[in-house]
């Protein structure tokens, strides 16, 4: 990247020095397609930060993943802010093609909504437009439902899955992947290229091939280290869809049983990634593409006994980031980083002005070691029913509805087990987090209470009656595959 950077800047200065005797050139010249790399992000729907082999779960199997980390640069604290929906994909695609918190996508609204929708502004600067601007081709293929939909028409090519043929084939991503392989082959431009696939998967409905599934033992599946039957209190999201995938108590057999579909699904999803890595490597592009590999959110699947990514514990809100290709070193950084500092990022090795106003940072200092970080703390927000900030260590949770906080030192405690936030000795910590929570609310407009008049009582118990089968997770399980196989319909409009 640096260099690229100081072709760039050789560039300018070139360019400025023709300026003196020819005053006619105004603005620098583009630097030459094969200057600029292309960018392929690999964009998953879904995708715990832990469940690739190489980066610390050994339960998993993820050879091509594995590869990518084992060249590449990996971000070992990477999130999305969270959501204003109970679809969190829906503002974290919005906020990946913006580069902008979803507290400012207030200022577009639609005509006929009474309420914001968590959509990012097509008139405002986004991934598409701005790349390319730039001289970049850019090309977009991916899920339907809960994405980033007024942006996706800026690209020169869009498509979305259809997802039928996706539960049909039980090869997750491969159709994605089939399509993308045959632009590479077929491109008619010596641009350079942004090449956007928002997977479906592993999201659930979980299907995939028995091969797949072959390759794992559930009983020798590890629960979480933060598996719990139930969670132990209201968190203000406690039957959302997601948490309808499985009854309560969360049974130890039944975790495994989901984590077995997860895995398979992740271990198929990584074979059709492989596939387009090979690709690049037949096309020749390898060795000029800056590969992004990222996923949407998390998802609980037993942890703290949820199921779904409506929280904002680690295993939700935490998501893999993994920056392999041209000029990038192998190494890591415990930076606090959002996926919304992909857009920038991608500016800067565009080559071209990162848009004002811009929530984003650009992480490409930090990929060159000029920088060790972007931020000193993130915040995170779900709703308007919890909130969260963290820093270097400690994190503090905030339940205003139920008036509870639980505090983790993420440094001894990455899977938030041991909540400290009744320790006398924690009181002026807890104090001074809540302070820095209100000063990032500010800063984002974000007007929900940290604390309300009368707070709930935060008990819950579960529904006596058995989840309900609602338009949302209606469908038949495959006894083959024991996987929940939703109706097409419900698919077609989205699921949280
Ligand atoms: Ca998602």
Redesign the pocket.
Known sequence: MMQYCFKYALLLVTTCSFALVRPVVAVAEKPAAVERPNILLVFT??QRADTIHALGNPAIITPNLDRLTERGFVFNNAYIMGSNSPA??LP?RNMLMSGRAYFHFRRYKLPDRRHPFPYASPEEPNVPTTLGTAGYETYHHGKKG?TARRIHPLFDHTKYVTHHSVLKNGQPGKVVVDRAIDFLKHRKTDKPFVMYLAFSEP?DPRVSAQEYRDMYDRDEIPLPKNYLPIHPFDNGEMTIRDERLEKWPRTKDAIRRHLHDYYAMITGLDHHIGRLFQALKDQGLYDNTIVVFA???GLALGSHGLMG?QSVYEHSVKVPLIVAGPSIPHGDSDALVYLLDLFPTFCEWAGTPVPEELDGKSLAPIIAGRSEKVRDTAFFAYRGVQRAVRDGCWKLICYPRIDRTQLFDLSTDPDETHDLSADPAQARRIESMMKLMRRWQERLGDDAPLVVDQPADGRWTPPARKPKKNKAISGRRNDRSRSIVFNEVNLLHGSP
């Open positions: 729907d879904d969190v994909c974290s809960n999201h996923s949407d959110n990514k």
